[in-house]
């Protein structure tokens, strides 16, 4: 097959050997400074200052390289090669608050390392290069926006809704673009069929595994749940234990509870309550309130519902047994939403042509991947490994393995805009 | 004893009589519309406009009784007789937010009935009558701010502390000051000997002993700690359940020892936590820190100690298991205070010459009252009983109890100002 031929050839060794890992270093280290916090961490929200600036130097890096760069309707970053293959190569830019210089930000490194060794190896159809705009819901509640937009997915309702700073997301959006010189640079969804995303791992298994890289398999399906427990708001002093119903330690009981379930399905969901507040909220009262998230995931869609319907169950017992009243709202649901086989076996055949035998993992967080493979591209995914979590400042990739994990993008691009009928 | 001779006269069967239940309801009608918010409650904090209103309310119900009416320099209301009598009678007119019509406010509206029927009666030697600022710890997290400040136990620093609104305790006050005609109404302190205060209980004792009113025989001591649970920060989709350090999870196996260990000394002790707050607190995000209040009160010292100890075992124990890190800040203090067992008899043969044989029961909040005990002054308080809870839009006590209360308190506020040796 096509794929043996490119491996073996010369240009695919220039390829791979043209990635830089010291490159990618010096420029995570320079997103890393913008949007930094004390302590080592970034908060780059969507649509600020910060992410902006992040997407002015992106472009910097781009433009060299004989990129048209600009936004879209989204403030989306668009990379526009001189001459296009039918790849897109993109992930995100912003971050949680307080989060790491990785998360999003190295698959932007990435994906411009990609276009390096390529224009460096001489090859002339180059992939698209997109940096997606607000990624970590931090706009909107909701995740994975910015891909969302470009693929034409957003509502009118979605781009009308207030985002909280006294703007639509449309008026929001405008904003930020209309600060660029080249506007609505949005890509041609009909002319490319691939989505490519390299992302770190965020969670255990590569390090365990001792593995620089890993093929993403699927992303994980997740229910956002929103529950509010209703007790009685009570005076802390004169209300005897007895007496209570406390609707904090009713909440406290359900959270032990999430805990226990989940961990009773470790390795195959995850369950987590990451936002919580009581009501009234004062040292000397009773809450009479709780409100918190939930959070279920789970590469299985039907583990995720079973394990949902038994947190649940779990609720109510301890609400009838507390005398608290409980609502329970599903806010959102995300089906697990499978990688494109045929380009998971690309990226698995390039990751061997240089010496490494990739793991299949299950990706526990969304990305943006999952909307190019809802929308019907051929989408796959690279992991690299992390350590120190995610979603704070210890979070962190090699840049040996990020180099790694970047020759296999850019040999999986290369090789699927050589021969289009692999997919 | 003299006290037999009063209550067997004409005037204290006067006295009594002269107490309007109905009075009572219109007031407490008028004084509840006065920051009252949706749903019935009502949020009037220290240093507001509503709290000054219902002080200018109240001052209009003195005046025509012959009071002349302003503000100290904490703005506490201070109601000066034609004649005075040694004895002060006192509450508070702040709420909590949300709060009820009740506390606080009932006592005020007792103490202008109190004069109400003295005067009816033609007694000419009439009690100070005192509206506290800040009694419920919205300003400085410092209750009883209003009478501490009147009896001069704040220091200079309490006075130049920044209260969170952009100005000191001392230009605050100051500011709501000088909207008042008549300035620093001080209370003579070294010519009153007695303070008396009415209150509803707060809690379930006397309606479930079908009691309408009780002395206070003491106020118990609260032990006010902050804690903070340190884990780690992770993400919620990519981190296994097995592999988390979850502050909240920790948090939340605390806060149900909090209410075992409670329970198990229910009825001569209670623990609450009122304030609670998760870090980063994102619904994907695992908490790595929560933060919350932890309030403990007994009226036997050395049950409040042990408990405490006991709770800060049980938390190191948690924390050692579950990998996190405690930080445990005990941030006040208060010994339980006993009210003056003289005053308490006074109040106790008060309440029986109208025919209530009145329980002594121990008050689980703070109030004004034992400001005046811990400054040596003759203190007692008198309870009503109360349904609903407490700090809540429910709380309520019938009209006819607090009548009844407001006539042992006006007997009393009498008989300790006709001979002054008994108490």
Known sequence: MGLNRGFGSELCDDIALAISAERISERIAALGAVGCVEGGGVTRGALTDAEDSARRMVAGWLKPLGYACGVDSACNLVGR?????????????????????????????????????????????????????????GLLDRTLLGSAAALGV??????????????????????????????????????????????????????????????????????????????????????PMNDRRDAFAAAAE??????????????????????????PGAANVVPGRAQFTLDVRSPLDDTRHELVDQIRRSFSAIAESRDVVIEWSLDAETPAV??????????????????????????????DAQNWAVAGYATGMVFVRSTGGSHNPAEHAESGDSALGAAVVALAAYELSEDPQQQ
Chains 1, 2 share one sequence.
């Open 81 to 137: 090669p001189p001459e296009a293959s039918k790849v897109v190569i993109g992930s995100h830019l912003d971050s949680v608050p307080n989060g790491g210089r990785f998360d999003g930000a190295l698959g932007v490194v990435a994906a411009v390392e990609v276009v390096e060794a390529l224009v460096a190896s001489g090859v002339s159809a180059l992939p698209w290069i997109a940096a997606w705009m607000g990624e970590e819901g």
């Open 338 to 367: 499978e990688m494109d086989a045929g380009t998971r076996r690309v990226l698995g055949d390039c990751a061997r042509s240089i010496g490494i035998e990739p793991m299949e993992l299950a990706s526990g967080a969304v990305h």
């Open 254 to 279: 359900m959270a032990l509870d999430v805990e226990r379930l989940g961990r009773q399905r470790s390795g195959t969901a995850v369950a987590t309550i990451g936002k919580f507040a009581v009501g």
């Open 154 to 239: 957003l509502s009118e309702d979605d781009w009308a809704r207030d985002t909280g700073h006294g703007k639509s997301l449309r008026e929001m959006a405008d904003s930020w673009r209309s600060r660029w010189p080249e506007r609505a640079a949005s890509l041609p969804l009909d002319q490319v069929e691939h989505y490519l995303e390299l992302h770190i791992e965020q969670g255990p298994a590569l390090d365990a595994a001792a593995q620089p890289v890993a093929v993403v398999r699927q992303i994980v399906g997740i229910s956002h749940i929103n529950v509010t427990v209703i007790g009685r708001t009570d005076h802390a002093g004169t209300t």
